[in-house]
Nanobody
């Protein structure tokens, strides 16, 4: 079992930045991909970004390309999501996820989930 704990959410003005962190309780070789998802009120959970522990491979949903950056620090068992140029439509609960099944944007491919952290972009 792997526990994931997110932090770094909060209230930020449009155009501002936040960095989310996701700390894993332990590193297992069964975990291949680490992802970030988000869910806004009244909407389904959607994929945001993913990476692999060793780095060098990332993918993003189109709406965040050029603004968000996902990275990993395997020594700290931590994955980050740097969010720049934030927009009101980025407001959501952001979830960290860990997957054993491979490289995918589908939530069903991820096996472990954090509790979520709220990001609110508003003036």
């Amino acid at each position: 079992q792997v526990q994931l704990v997110e932090s770094g959410g909060g209230l930020v003005q449009p155009g501002g930045s936040l960095r989310l962190s996701c700390a894993a309780s332990r590193r297992t070789f069964s975990i291949y991909a680490m992802g970030w998802f988000r869910q806004a009120p009244g909407k389904e959970r959607e994929f945001v970004a993913a990476t692999i522990w060793s780095g060098g491979r990332t993918m993003y949903t189109d709406s965040v390309k050029g603004r968000f950056t996902i990275s990993s620090d395997s020594a700290k068992n931590t994955v980050y999501l740097q969010m720049n140029s934030l927009k009101p439509e980025d407001t959501a609960v952001y979830y960290c996820a860990a997957g054993r099944g491979g490289w995918s944007q589908a939530a069903s491919s991820y096996d472990y989930w954090g509790q979520g952290t709220q990001v609110t972009v508003s003036s």
